[in-house]
């Protein structure tokens, strides 16, 4: 389950992300007159359908996984989740059809009109993202629904689905989709420009996204920081886990890296009061210490702090890194000249997919031993698959490895067709049309 959740993790940043920054480049092609950002629009509409393609398949197997591999949460929680995946559902193919009329609607439906259709696209892979978000802030801070002699009665869908972490817990994911879509698209185009290509179609296809990316970068400390605030009372253990704090200190230090052994911190850079303040909004606030709570209620503590802190190590670097930039770029230098920056670039895309995955990695590892917090227990909900377990963990490796060759083979196929000058494909259910600026302005002098 990890493995599906962490290879389709991904997919849904772009469906989430990608829209917006289509929806600026396409427009700007319009109201411009600009080529070069019409034809990025179009491409990016293409890798967007694959990869849209691709999330299709690896979100259907999660949704099987979901009923396969922890029946004991579904089977007792089902009622309570059923909305909110059958919105997100819903979205996905809402999210389709809109992307099939927008790439079918080249050159056949009013250019005005046309760029519209990418709106809904972005707006539906949010509803999408919302609904799976707000069921795992459930699972951290599980509402509408009691439980009476054992069975789950009066559920409150709604509840479920508005609960009080979702939206801060999808602000934070949002943010995140922009920053990994961002720097990664821009990353492709830095690569180009280090292989020499350093035409108005690299430089365009750089900025549109490196800027999505800064604004998120530099917002996503302060979302953060909102979205912990009050994890000492909702999950004192994960807090704890994240801060290393086996003891309860007050002020607590902000321990830097560092490992728990037998009960103590080895190989911590500690700076002093630094913890408090961060995750208390006060300097004399204590961190609660793990030893206050019972220690069957511990999670991982180790794999919990060192994912946090990577996913905030690498934050707060690409966040400093876009500061830098724009700083530079406002003193008049251009660090798209500069090769240094660029191998930047091109490595901050797969940093960001590091971070979310350790964002992840945190949030789930740091609230065990429940799967639902102080409802369900993880071995309470899983299937017994012990036999057949591996054989599962080795068919899907094989089938996302596979889809991941695949997508890699196609979208590189068509970089490969887009560098020797094809325009575009025709497409198989429509006739024919000519994308040529003629052909454009007499569509529009008809019109």
Not at 63 to 80: A, N, Q
Not at 284 to 291: A, M, R, T, Y
């Amino acid at each position: 389950m990890a493995l599906s959740l962490g290879w389709h993790i991904v997919l849904a940043c772009f469906g989430v992300a990608f829209p917006a920054m289509i929806f600026v480049m396409h427009l700007r092609g319009i109201r411009r007159d600009d080529p070069v950002a019409l034809g990025l629009a179009h491409r990016w509409a293409k890798v967007s359908a694959v990869l849209f393609a691709i999330g299709a398949v690896s979100g259907t197997v999660l949704s099987f996984e979901m009923g396969l591999l922890w029946p004991g949460l579904m089977g007792t929680y089902g009622d309570v989740l059923g909305l909110p995946f059958a919105f997100e559902g819903l979205a996905f193919f809402l999210e389709a059809i809109f992307l099939g009329i927008y790439l079918y609607g080249w050159g056949r439906i009013p250019p005005k009109r046309h760029v519209l259709m990418v709106l809904p696209m972005a707006v539906t892979g949010i509803v999408g993202a919302y609904c799976v978000l707000a069921v795992n802030a459930w699972m951290n801070d599980p509402t509408g629904f009691r439980i009476v002699g054992g069975e789950v009665t009066d559920v409150q869908p709604w509840a479920v689905l508005f609960n009080q972490q979702a939206f801060l817990q999808f602000a934070h994911m949002w943010v995140g989709a922009y920053m990994l879509t961002g720097f990664s698209v821009a990353g492709v185009y830095a690569v180009g420009m280090l292989r020499g290509r350093r035409d108005a179609h690299h430089r365009l296809g750089f900025m549109v996204p490196f800027v999505f990316a800064s604004i998120a970068a530099v917002t996503q400390p302060f979302v953060g920081h909102v979205l912990g605030f009050g994890l000492d009372e909702r999950q004192p253990a994960k807090l704890a886990a994240f801060e290393l704090a086996e003891t309860t200190e007050s002020p607590s230090p902000l321990r830097l890296g560092g490992v728990l052994v037998d009960g103590e911190v080895k190989g911590a850079i500690d700076i002093p009061v630094l913890g408090s303040l961060i995750a208390m909004n006060s300097p004399d606030e204590p961190v609660p210490g793990l030893d206050t709570i019972p220690e069957e209620d511990h999670p991982p503590v180790n794999l919990a702090h060192l994912a946090f802190q990577a996913m905030v190590g690498i934050g707060t670097l690409l966040a400093a890194g876009v500061v830098w930039f724009w700083f530079q770029r406002r003193r008049g230098r251009d660090l798209l000249e500069r090769r240094w920056f660029l191998r930047s670039a091109a490595v901050a895309g797969p940093l960001a997919v590091v971070a979310l995955e350790a964002g992840w990695i945190a949030t789930e590892v740091g609230r065990q031993p429940w799967i639902v917090y102080g409802v369900m227990r993880t071995p309470e909900a899983v299937g017994d698959y012990t036999a057949s377990l591996w054989w599962l963990l080795g068919v899907s490796t094989v089938v996302y490895a596979g889809m991941t060759v695949g997508a890699v083979v196609v979208l590189r196929s068509m970089a490969r067709r887009w560098r020797a000058g094809e325009v575009d494909l025709p497409s198989p259910y429509a006739p024919e049309v000519s994308t040529d600026k003629t052909s454009t302005d007499k569509a529009e002098a008809g019109r």
